[in-house]
């Protein structure tokens, strides 16, 4: 079973593997993509702490999670249009939908947690690991929803690192949006583009 996802070292073959390159501009709208909807997010999130719980917080805990996990679907599928491997590439449009639910659930978990006030440090772990979890299920979910002449395998190491970075760098950028206003003299604004240039960085790295 593991051997029709991860490529083994037994099974590898450079003869096999096809060459391909990235469209530079796509790429940089990808990137681009990613930390204008983590900024939504995050601003939308802080002004989730400040609403009264109720109808209001709650739907800005929604809409900042649509922003984040929209924003991670979208960069994934540029970020994906942005390579060219010499063959064609179509999407399976369940899966290709599909794909949509794990970050914005992830997302979802992770604001409404933040909305209700203070920031423990158990609390930015678990909104990481969720976020990170989130944005790596979205990811490779959407890679599952490829269908080309050619079959995709994943490195295990690479696999395994690439979820690592997507949680470490998610509890960073949620640390620098919201923890980092009670313990420095950081204004909300810097604190929203550094938390969000971040999270943009977490998306795109994994």
Request: some cysteine; aromatic content about 10%.
């Amino acid at each position: 079973m593991l051997s029709h996802i991860f490529l083994l070292s037994a099974q590898y073959d450079p003869a096999s593997v096809l060459p391909a390159h990235h469209s530079h501009w796509l790429v940089v709208l990808s990137l681009l993509i990613a930390v204008a909807a983590s900024c939504m997010a995050l601003q939308v999130g802080g002004l989730a702490r400040r609403t009264p719980a109720g109808f209001h917080r709650n739907f800005a805990v929604f809409s900042g999670a649509a922003a984040l996990g929209g924003g991670i679907w979208a960069m994934h599928f540029v970020g994906m249009l942005a390579m060219d491997a010499g063959l064609a590439v179509h999407y399976a449009p369940d899966v290709t939908a599909l794909s949509l639910l794990p970050a914005f659930f992830a997302s979802w978990i992770a604001l409404r947690m933040f909305a209700r006030g203070g920031v423990t440090r158990r609390e930015l772990i678990i909104g990481g690991v969720c976020v990170g979890v989130g944005i790596g299920a979205m990811h490779y979910t959407g890679m599952a929803a490829m269908r080309m002449e050619a079959a995709l395998r994943l490195d295990p190491w690479w696999f395994l690192a690439s979820l690592v970075v997507a949680v470490v760098m998610a509890i960073l950028a949620l640390w620098i949006r919201f923890g980092i206003l009670d313990r420095t003299s950081a204004t909300e604004w810097q604190a929203v583009l550094g938390g969000g240039t971040v999270m943009g960085l977490a998306i795109a790295s994994m």
